[in-house]
């Protein structure tokens, strides 16, 4: 023996290759529905818009709030809003649609890790809305209202992949809701609870720092304020230096963490399965 030690990157190559082919699928499936993503934008538009008066209202006299003026809350809001038409996937809603039509029986004879295959597909979907949906509704808020530019290159290159991982956070709580659907059967009300919980904590609806002290000390150890509420932050520069790296790196726990408790539900949902439909 010489000592050396050979590596083996085929069955990583191979998982890349089916991962992007996955991908494609879902980029190709979302031209089906294209036409929505251009209602999507002036959806966007109003609900920025709505925040713009009311924020417009409590910031009347020019002070600060919770370290935001209105010109940050704004930018604030709106890149919250842009990023989430991004992130935002349905995994967990075509997982239980799925389970309904009883078609997840194919999903378990397909000789691919069927977490994988759910995510692959979202995120080609993400790529096609960042095309159609993220980046003209950007550039509408730019165009109509007086929003801020990142704070520096490091700060938009660390908001880049922040909302990058956001995807991947997202898509592990979705894949590990999802997942409940096989025992539950039916998961709509709680689609429509996560769905607003999400919101909510995430700081999509409101910064963190301006919830209740308390909630706020809850909301630090768990995940949902690193799908909105960290990126915008980087982007405005309000984290930089370390607390930006260990911003990063936090999320990208979460990421990891999220993605082994979506395989291990899906491992346990599927010991027990009852096919509905046919």
Do not use: C
């Not at 910031?59 to 890149?79: M, N, P, R």
């Not at 649609?97 to 759910?118: C, F, H, R, T, W």
């Amino acid at each position: 023996m010489n000592g050396r030690v050979k590596l083996d990157f085929q069955p990583a190559v191979r998982a890349l290759r089916v991962f992007g082919q996955f991908m494609r699928v879902g980029f190709v499936n979302t031209l089906a529905y294209r036409l929505r993503y251009y209602t999507g934008i002036v959806t966007y538009f109003i609900y920025v818009a709505v925040y713009y008066f009311i924020w417009k209202a409590i910031f009347e006299h020019g002070q600060k709030i919770e370290g935001f003026d209105f010109s940050q809350i704004l930018t604030y809001i709106a890149v919250g809003w842009i990023i989430r038409s991004f992130y935002f996937n349905n995994i967990d809603q075509d997982m239980a649609q799925q389970v309904i039509e009883g078609k997840l029986a194919m999903d378990l004879i397909k000789p691919v890790n069927v977490q994988s295959m759910y995510v692959a597909q979202a995120f080609g979907e993400a790529v096609f809305r960042l095309a159609l949906l993220t980046a003209p509704t950007a550039l509408v808020l730019l165009l109509v209202y007086p929003l801020r530019w990142p704070a520096g290159w490091a700060s938009f290159l660390a908001f880049f992949w922040s909302v990058v991982l956001s995807f991947f956070i997202v898509a592990g709580i979705n894949f590990a809701v999802g997942t409940l659907a096989i025992r539950l059967q039916s998961i709509l009300g709680l689609l429509r609870a996560k769905y607003f919980l999400l919101e909510l904590f995430s700081g999509l609806l409101l910064p963190i720092s301006f919830f209740p002290h308390a909630a706020q000390k809850v909301l630090a150890v768990l995940p949902f304020q690193y799908i909105s509420y960290v990126p915008v932050l980087l982007y405005l520069g309000k984290l930089r230096g370390l607390a930006m790296a260990r911003a990063l790196g936090v999320q990208l726990f979460w990421v990891v963490a999220l993605m082994a408790l979506g395989h291990a539900m899906w491992r346990w949902s599927t010991r027990k399965i009852t096919i509905q439909g046919g």
